[in-house]
T-cell receptor, first 111, second 114 residues
């Protein structure tokens, strides 16, 4: 079955630096990968979606890449701020099929 | 306003007492799903539904039931709750048209089974 792995349970970085989070998947390539942000006690909130035929997607300070050869997506937050501290979840999807989430990476941006 | 509404927000119950957590969405989404979230284990899917009267098991379905009689509602039923079902539960919905299949999540239900 499809499995999603996120390489770090927790990541600490200094304010102003770029945070890079990794998402790896096994077996067949999903049609797309999604990234969500989750704050403690709240539901995840959608950030970005990248399709398998897209190499890179950007939204403000966020950037996502999709490498089907490595079976990996990288999520970058540039010029990170303490307000970016949260858990970030990767999820895979195929059109009309079930969503599967990775375990998440808890990011802490230190002032 | 587009939203997924879960009720109740907090629930404390005792072992064996049947309970239902409601979930409703106002976006005419085909896909709906239930997740539970436990420390260190991330979001684990309980059940999902691709459309009315179509449901399927996720990764951790034991001890739960669902039904999808109407498109907007997807209740989660615990027939005989046990302490290991103490968790934070999330309902989510999405379109399945392939245009933008992002999930919309409810605010969560914190369940404690004593």
């Amino acid at each position: 079955s499809q499995k999603i792995e996120q390489n770090s349970e927790a990541l600490n970085i200094q304010e102003g630096k770029t945070a890079t989070l990794t998402c790896n998947y096994t077996n067949y390539s999903p049609a797309y990968l999604q990234w969500y942000r989750q704050d403690p006690g709240r539901g995840p909130v959608f950030l970005l979606l990248i399709r398998e035929n897209e190499k890179e997607k950007r939204k403000e300070r966020l950037k996502v890449t999709f490498d089907t050869t490595l079976k990996q997506s990288l999520f970058h937050i540039t010029a990170s701020q303490p307000a970016d501290s949260a858990t970030y979840l990767c999820a895979r999807g195929n059109y009309g099929q079930n969503f599967v989430f990775g375990p998440g990476t808890r990011l802490s941006v230190l002032p | 306003e587009a939203q997924v509404t879960q009720n109740p927000r907090y629930l404390i119950t005792v072992t064996g007492k049947k309970l239902t957590v409601t979930c409703s969405q106002n976006m005419n989404h085909e896909y709906m799903s239930w997740y539970r979230q436990d420390p260190g284990l991330g979001l684990r899917q309980i059940y999902y539904s691709m459309n009315v009267e179509v449901t399927d098991k996720g990764d951790v379905p034991e001890g739960y039931k669902v039904s999808r009689k109407e498109k907007r509602n997807f209740p989660l039923i615990l027939e005989s709750p046990s302490p290991n079902q103490t968790s934070l539960y999330f309902c989510a919905s999405s379109t399945t048209t392939g245009v933008s299949e992002k999930l919309f999540f409810g605010s969560g239900t914190q369940l404690s089974v004593l």
